[in-house]
Structures are given as structure tokens and as C-alpha cells.
């Protein structure tokens, strides 16, 4: 099992920073890909980004790609989003998923964030 804990969210003005973090725990060393996904109410849950565990390989959204990056703390089995110039619609709970070396779906999820940006 792996367990996921976030933080990092809260109340931020629109063109605001946040940097979100998810500390991995337990057999970390079973995962290959840490990803984050949101959901804003009324919405389906999307995909934010990811990164490759072991490569640092990371792929983003359309919608937030050159404003969030991702990177990883293998010491501290942690991985961050740095979110950058905030939009409205950026506002949701994010979540922080990961997934085994053996699986294509994400086997782990963390309780979420709130990430709220004010106009």
C-alpha cells in the first residue's frame, strides 16, 4: 500500500503562485508515475499532470501547461506542483494519484487540497 498526503492549497488571487506538495509513504518503491488531477464542482475530475518517478519525465495539460511544473523530492518521497499565474478556473480540489510499477491505472489516491482563486 502507498498513502498519499497533500497540502500546499488555500486562497490565492487570480495571477497568484501556489506551490502544492504529496508525500508518498509506504511502498514508495512500488510506484512508477506520481500524477495530479482536480475537480472543480459541477465537474468531472481531470488531469493535471504527471511525472515518471524514477526519470522525472513529466507531461502537463493543455490548460496548465507553462504556468505548473512539477518536480520531485526522492529523498523525502515528495512530489510538488508549483502552480503559476493562477486563473479563475483553476479553482478545485486537486489530488495527488499514483500509480504501481505493474498497473496502467492510478491504485492510490490522496484526500485532495482546496485550491481557491479569487478574482
Known amino acids: 500500500q502507498v498513502q498519499l498526503v497533500e497540502s500546499g492549497g488555500g486562497l490565492v488571487q487570480a495571477g497568484g503562485s501556489l506551490r502544492l506538495s504529496c508525500a508518498a509513504s509506504?511502498?514508495?518503491?512500488?510506484?512508477?508515475?506520481m500524477g495530479w488531477f482536480r475537480q472543480a464542482p459541477g465537474k468531472e475530475r481531470e488531469f493535471v499532470a504527471r511525472t515518471h518517478w524514477r526519470s522525472g519525465g513529466t507531461y502537463y495539460a493543455d490548460s496548465v501547461k507553462g504556468r505548473f511544473t512539477l518536480s520531485r523530492d526522492h529523498a523525502k518521497n515528495t512530489v510538488y506542483l508549483q502552480m503559476n499565474s493562477l486563473k479563475l478556473e483553476d479553482t478545485a480540489v486537486y489530488y495527488c494519484?499514483?500509480?504501481?510499477?505493474?498497473?496502467?491505472?492510478?491504485?492510490?489516491w490522496g484526500q485532495g487540497t482546496q485550491v481557491t482563486v479569487s478574482s
Open positions: 494519484a499514483a500509480q504501481g510499477t505493474t498497473s496502467i491505472t492510478y491504485d492510490y
Open positions: 509506504g511502498r514508495t518503491f512500488s510506484v512508477s508515475v
